[in-house]
């Protein structure tokens, strides 16, 4: 039973233009959401999060939105950049129990076009 | 430079050959952990750490073993290599089991990797 789901498998953008990438989750007792992006050959990296009593989190040109009652929720990249290309992860965390267990999603490959 | 550190990168198997994936971190994080990535299924946990000493399954358990005998070191063991344990497995480690907002102490640092191939 897949609590985390990244339905777009891929997703391609041109140079400048947003990125959007969703991400559903079915576990009510998540409370704690971050996106990882990953390059070939190397382990994911964090990018950023966002806790259940937040509805946007910024960061430079990444912000994350969460709609707790849809249980959704998205990375936005303005501008995209070339570099942005990669697979990005999203993963969640309940409160209870062992916090940083983290449950991913099934990834969604960006690639940014010149 | 600090961080989580796998080894080896690369391994081919032979099936029912046994081997140990090894993880160190150096950062002093209280929580380790094993995750498996295969294409079309993520990342899925298979076995973590809340310290030295405690080890529990996750999502993936079935042939693999773990212990957390200091808290720098996880190393997982697979005692019978099976070709549906080809896969490439990344260790990862973060500051704190439990939840503290809103600092990042549950973001998890991972290892670059570790490619297995099981013929």
């Known amino acids: 039973d897949q609590q985390v789901k990244q339905n777009s498998p891929s997703l391609s953008v041109q140079e400048g233009r947003i990125s959007i990438l969703n991400c559903d989750y079915t576990?009510?007792?998540?409370?704690?959401f971050l996106w990882y992006k990953k390059y070939p050959a190397e382990g994911p990296t964090f990018l950023i999060s966002?806790?259940?009593?937040?509805d946007k989190n910024e960061d430079g040109r990444f912000t994350v939105f969460l709609n707790k009652s849809a249980k959704h929720l998205s990375l936005h990249i303005v501008p995209s950049q070339p570099g942005d290309s990669a697979v990005y992860f999203c993963a969640a965390s309940a409160a209870t129990g062992t916090a940083s267990k983290l449950t991913f999603g099934t990834g969604t490959r960006l690639q940014v076009t010149l | 430079n600090a961080g989580v550190t796998q080894t080896p990168k690369f391994q081919v198997l032979k099936t029912g050959q046994s081997m140990t994936l090894q993880c160190a971190q150096d950062m002093n994080h209280e929580y380790m952990s094993w995750y498996r990535q295969d294409p079309g299924m993520g990342l899925r946990l298979i076995h973590y750490?809340?310290?030295?000493?405690?080890?529990d399954q996750g999502e993936v358990p079935n042939g693999y073993n773990v212990s957390r005998s200091t808290t720098e070191d996880f190393p997982l063991r697979l005692l019978s290599a099976a070709p549906s344990q080809t896969s490439v497995y990344f260790c990862a480690s973060s500051h704190s089991v439990f939840r503290v907002i809103p600092s990042g102490a549950n973001v998890l640092t991972f290892g670059a990797g570790s490619r297995l191939t099981v013929l």
């Open positions: 576990n009510s007792m998540f409370d704690y």
């Open positions: 750490s809340v310290g030295a000493g405690i080890t």
């Open positions: 966002i806790s259940s009593i937040k």
